[in-house]
Nanobody, 124 residues
């Protein structure tokens, strides 16, 4: 599976952005997709995940209630709607996917395909 993320940019605190991630290749093998982010000098951090067929979601506590993950299976596209953005949301956002069913869904080790990342900068 190949993943291509886009939609990042510069936004003021309190603003909104929508990220998109287009999947290509063996997309019928995907079981779960997710968004991670990495700020400068920090480790990659789980943001949200969704099961591709059923659409079950799970969020990191830091974004719950502000971010919404969704997918359009017909378009092979995953989205991350980000509202009430904070400066601490500033990071490179990566989309990922996995064909495996695992109990742990928030570890980057679970995911076997990654997009190139898109920069999100939130100014105060």
């Amino acid at each position: 599976v190949q993943l291509q993320a886009c939609g990042g940019g510069l936004v003021q605190a309190g603003g909104s952005l929508r990220l998109s991630c287009v999947a290509s290749g063996r997309t019928f093998d995907m079981y779960r997709t997710a968004w991670f982010r990495q700020a400068p000098g920090k480790e990659r951090e789980f943001v949200a995940t969704i099961t591709w067929n059923i659409g079950t979601t799970y969020y990191a506590d830091s974004v719950k209630g502000r971010f919404t993950i969704s997918r359009d299976s017909a378009k092979n596209t995953m989205y991350l709607e980000m509202n009430s953005l904070k400066p601490e949301d500033t990071a490179v956002y990566y989309c990922s996917s996995t064909v495996a069913r695992r109990l742990v869904v928030s570890s980057s080790l679970v995911y076997d395909s990654w997009g190139q990342g898109t920069q999100v900068t939130v100014s105060s």
